[in-house]
């Protein structure tokens, strides 16, 4: 299935209302088996042979990648720049973490902005309630 199909099955599921517990709970199982899959996602850029090369090296580390990237997020919401800061990640690295993150709902915009180094207005990205409860999960 493809990336796009995942999150539109996504988007779908996570609207899904229900007051029957069974329904609920295969919505919720459904739910997390699609947001492993984007979870561990290494996106690439079919056209460059660089890019998918560059995929595959870092394919092995994704789910410690955006752990750190949530971790961070968790602590204070930041602009990318301040995100790469604050996990000594580089760009091309952080980057693909968090949009992967804002696709599963873990991460969202803040509706506010910061200027960057360069002075440039930038979102700042702020860790969900989804998010919250997945770091939870995790250290349960």
């Known amino acids: ?4 199909t995942l999150r539109m ?8 209302q229900t007051s029957d517990l069974f329904v609920q709970d295969s919505i919720n199982s459904c739910i997390a088996m699609i947001r492993q899959d984007l979870y561990n996602e290494v996106p690439a ?7 998918r090369e560059a995929a595959a090296e870092v394919a092995p580390r994704v789910e410690k990648l955006a ?3 949530l971790q961070a997020l968790a602590t204070r919401a930041a602009t990318d720049e301040e ?3 604050l996990t000594h990640m580089g760009g091309n690295t952080y980057r693909p973490r968090r949009v992967n993150l804002v696709t599963l709902g873990f991460v969202a915009d803040s ?7 360069s002075k ?3 979102t700042v990205w702020s860790i969900t309630d989804q998010g919250r409860a997945f770091l939870e999960s995790r250290h349960e």
């Open 1 to 4: 299935m493809s990336r796009a």
């Open 9 to 16: 099955v996504l988007a779908e599921l996570t609207s899904i």
């Open 45 to 51: 850029q079919r056209h460059s042979a660089t890019s």
């Open 67 to 69: 752990m750190r990237v």
């Open 83 to 85: 995100g790469q800061s």
């Open 111 to 117: 509706g506010e902005t910061r200027r960057t180094s």
């Open 120 to 122: 440039r207005a930038a």
